[in-house]
């Protein structure tokens, strides 16, 4: 991932120094959803849904990628912590903890920054610290028109990395998280159309952008679609079959 994230980092949440390149969020004022950029917030609403229908009350997330720590905020009570190279230290293709940490691992616009000879990696780690469910999200294809001119418009540091390397194919995606023991859900999302308005004065007219992004995360924050922006992938780790249980079982039980 770059080092030079060209993304501010939202007031609402801060971050425990880290420990083996990972921190604690700590939420402190969720008001402050209103100042994200309508594209994050719509992409990190997606994960959020996901994870708030499946969750319980003692489970764990891990935030793979997420800058600042900024999904915590849709998700009121629930643990969560935090691995990115640029605020913590922490890499997506060597996680420091333990196989199966956390009921949830999310990377919500990561995979894409990723270089494409080390996506497989990153997956790999994802899936092994994951318990249970992985959600994943990122520009799909159908948005690469739109990619393309954005770079054009706006040489945002960001975007050079979706079109100059491939976006994610979600079909890749899907069969590796697959070989690694997970069955998977992909829902397109998010209007292209709209991005390109709202990322275009959002970097060159900053002024305007923030009144911008709060309107449209007030009114268009679901808005159809002919194409869409993003691929949400969901996953969950297939349960173990009675006979592999049985060859588990501990001795004397």
């Not at 939420?27 to 997606?46: G, H, I, P, Y």
């Not at 720590?69 to 420091?96: C, K, Q, R």
């Not at 780790?237 to 588990?248: D, E, H, L, T, V």
Request: proline share 5%; hydrophobic share 40%; glycine share 6%.
């Amino acid at each position: 991932m770059s080092n030079r994230v060209p993304i501010s980092k939202i007031d609402g949440v801060r971050l425990e120094p880290p420990t083996r390149g990972i921190s604690r969020v700590v939420r402190e004022n969720k008001e402050s959803l209103t100042d994200l950029s309508w594209d994050r917030f719509v992409r990190l609403q997606a994960a959020a849904c996901y994870v708030e229908a499946h969750r319980g009350p003692s489970d764990r997330l891990l935030d793979v990628g997420g800058y600042d720590g900024a999904l915590a905020l849709f998700l009121d009570d629930l643990e969560i912590h935090l691995l990115d190279p640029d605020t913590t230290g922490g890499l997506a293709t060597a996680i420091s903890d333990d196989d199966g940490s956390y009921r949830f691992v999310a990377a919500v616009d990561v995979l894409e920054h990723i270089e494409p000879e080390q996506r497989q990696q990153a997956l790999k780690e994802i899936a092994r610290v994951s318990s249970k469910h992985v959600v994943l999200n990122y520009p799909c294809e159908a948005s690469k028109a739109a990619q393309v001119l954005m770079l054009k418009l706006t040489d945002n540091s960001l975007i050079r990395q979706h079109v100059e390397w491939p976006l994610p194919d979600s079909n890749w995606v899907m069969a590796e998280l697959e070989e690694l023991g997970f069955t998977c859900e992909l829902t397109p999302h998010a209007n292209a159309g709209l991005w390109v308005g709202q990322y275009l004065v959002h970097n060159l007219m900053p002024e305007a952008g923030s009144e911008l992004n709060k309107y449209l995360i007030e009114h268009h924050a679901n808005e159809s679609f002919n194409v869409p922006l993003y691929h949400l992938v969901t996953a969950v780790k297939k349960n173990i079959s009675s006979k592999g249980a049985k060859n588990r079982t501990s001795p004397g039980v």
